[in-house]
């Protein structure tokens, strides 16, 4: 059996130093979600080949909330998708690790080397919550076992698309599709209940239509149960509302808004890296 | 060309019904297609298709950014999906949807925008969508599809299906004259020269391809028209365009919509590039449309057969 504690550590590790290296980018939301990310590509929570990785029966992972790639760059390269020594090339010309996620289906001209295990195109906020109902509803229609897990950002509960996307999963009854509520509380901006409050969250998302669970999105435990206790609920979408500390794991960054769209300088990173080992 | 033997007494009926009864029968052929609308399934004619393949067809109300994104999803799991609404909603709202999830991402999403152009009519200014070429026209890896009359809309939805990426279909609302036959040929990306002319050319696309025609056909023996139907504005078959200018040195362009970023532009920026020509842009001169009756409001905004003779007149 893996160590997730240990996982999880060695991603924030990865985040810190592509981040560093790239002068530029997200690192709240990606350490507060490395947990999650060793959850589901160490813990067993998703089918996947590494050598085929659209293979047709997958588990789709779709990152919403795209500024997060970080962390799911970092997952997909310690789980053998790619090289762990291409994640230094993040946000750099020419490299397959886009300052937000790609996926692209391949054409003739093409600037674009796709990255496996990259699911959706992701950035702006609300897009991959309606291309996550797609997939699953193309999953649905064609009677197929796998499933969707789509990753949306606290703030991006104040997309209208978001909603959108809610309220029709509801009523086709995707029982194949979770979201996963990253609930850190900051935004680019600031405190998000200060920028725009979302409460009450747990009764919107009920109202909608999806079987809401909240869970220490920092705690693997509960991260691995609430997957087994949604499976109680095949013919509904799923909603994991996951509190997680924004900055997790590095001290001096935890529950900062400003961290939430800056990398460290090297300085800042050698305090970070000594302090996640 | 195999156009109809009458070109002035014509039977008239909606390009949208032309690909209503397309995705009838792509329905049958690929078990892919999939429809997806934000409640205007009735008026973009696709109620037949959900009668017969209920299982595929998604209706999401009235959230057309969701079904955008819902489209590109589905097309990333193998579906040809068909994203159908009015075009000042479908690309005019979800616009920034259609540029990240489906063409950045290159999803083989069919995008269907009605009731474009002053000929919606009545309905007023805020749904005749007068810019969603510009709008459609600025995206990599977006084909543009204008289909000219009834028959030609139901072959480009069918070689739209067949096409591999996204691409932009713009229909229209009223009962338009149906000049072109179900054996005139048809084929994406390439221009159709309907009618040979030296004097001047006519670039035209959807309902008003049909009102230059007419126009040309009145000034037989005074003016010869060349008139061409440009149906897929991008890619623009520039060598079509180039040639004709050659020939003609003198070009209108004629399409129910903006000058700007539309039709006019991608022929002016082709020609002025490789063949600077005398040309003249008709289409609305950066103004809103306005209620009325489409035979109407073509005639107060110049764009019916009267206006452009006046155009072709001056020009020549």
Redesign the interface.
């Known amino acids: 059996m893996v160590d997730l504690v240990d996982k999880a550590r060695e991603i924030r590790v990865e985040v810190i130093k592509m981040l560093t290296l790239a002068e530029s980018g997200h690192t709240a939301g990606p350490l507060g979600t490395a947990d999650l990310f060793a959850a589901l590509y160490f813990g067993g929570l998703i089918n996947f080949k590494i050598d085929e990785p659209y293979w047709d029966d997958r588990d789709r992972v779709v990152l919403s909330c795209g500024h997060y790639c970080p962390v799911q760059y970092a997952a997909l390269a310690l789980a053998g998708f790619f090289p762990v020594e291409e994640l230094k090339t993040l946000r750099k010309l020419g490299t397959r690790l886009q300052g937000h996620p790609?996926?692209?289906?391949?054409?003739p001209g093409?600037n674009y080397k796709q990255l496996p295990g990259i699911?959706?195109?992701g950035?702006?906020l609300?897009?991959?919550?309606?291309?996550?109902?797609?997939?699953?509803?193309?999953?649905k229609?064609d009677k197929k076992k796998w499933k969707v897990i789509c990753i949306d950002s606290d703030a991006e509960q104040q997309e209208?698309?978001t909603w959108?996307?809610y309220?029709?999963a509801a009523k086709?009854g995707l029982g194949n599709l979770t979201f996963v509520i990253d609930r850190n509380e900051i935004q680019i901006s600031g405190n998000l209940g200060e920028v725009m409050p979302i409460e009450p969250l747990r009764d919107k998302l009920t109202a909608f239509g999806l079987r809401v669970f909240e869970i220490n999105g920092n705690n693997h435990e509960e991260i691995m149960a609430v997957f087994e206790q949604g499976k109680l609920f095949p013919d509904q979408p799923k909603a994991v509302i996951m509190k997680t500390v924004a900055g997790k794991g590095v001290g001096f960054m935890e529950g900062d808004f400003r961290w939430h769209g800056k990398a460290p300088t090297s300085e800042e990173a050698e305090k970070a890296l000594w302090e996640l080992k | 060309m195999n156009l109809v033997s009458d070109i002035i007494n014509v039977e008239r009926k909606a390009t949208r019904e032309g690909f209503g009864e397309a995705m009838v029968l792509l329905g049958r052929s690929d078990k892919n297609v999939v429809v997806v609308t934000a409640d205007l399934g009735e008026s973009m004619r696709v109620d037949e298709f959900e009668k017969q393949y209920p299982e595929r067809f998604v209706q999401v109300g009235v959230a057309e950014q969701n079904m955008m994104g819902i489209s590109a999803g589905l097309a990333l799991s193998g579906k040809i999906p068909f994203a159908v609404s009015y075009a000042v909603f479908n690309p005019g709202r979800n616009w920034d949807q259609m540029r990240v999830s489906v063409c950045y991402t290159n999803a083989n999403v069919k995008i269907v925008g009605g009731h474009t152009g002053i000929s919606v009519g009545p309905d007023g200014a805020t749904h005749q969508a007068l810019e969603d070429i510009a709008m459609t026209r600025a995206l990599p890896n977006l084909m543009v599809v204008a289909p000219a009359d009834f028959e030609q809309a139901k072959k480009a939805t069918m070689a739209i299906a067949k096409h591999k990426g996204p691409v932009y279909l713009r229909l229209t609302r009223p009962k338009t004259a149906m000049f072109t036959t179900s054996t005139t040929p048809f084929e994406l990306g390439k221009a159709q020269v309907l009618r040979v002319g030296k004097d001047v050319t006519i670039f035209a696309c959807g309902g008003l391809v049909y009102e230059a025609l007419l126009a040309a056909e009145e000034l037989k023996g005074e003016v010869e028209v060349e008139v061409i139907n440009i149906h897929t504005i991008k890619p623009l078959d520039e060598e079509t365009v180039v040639r004709s200018a050659k020939k003609t040195g003198k070009i209108i362009t004629l399409e129910d919509h903006q000058i700007n970023g539309g039709l006019g532009g991608a022929v002016a920026e082709v020609l002025g590039e490789k063949w600077p020509t005398k040309m003249v842009r008709m289409g609305m001169r950066d103004s809103f449309g306005e209620s009325g009756e489409p035979e109407e409001l073509l005639a107060k905004y110049g764009l019916d057969k009267d206006g452009v003779i006046k155009v072709i007149r001056k020009i020549i």
């Open positions: 790609v996926r692209q289906i391949d054409f093409s699911e959706n195109t950035g702006p609300g897009q991959g919550v309606s291309v996550a109902v797609g997939m699953a509803l193309a999953g229609m209208g698309q959108e996307a309220q029709t086709y």
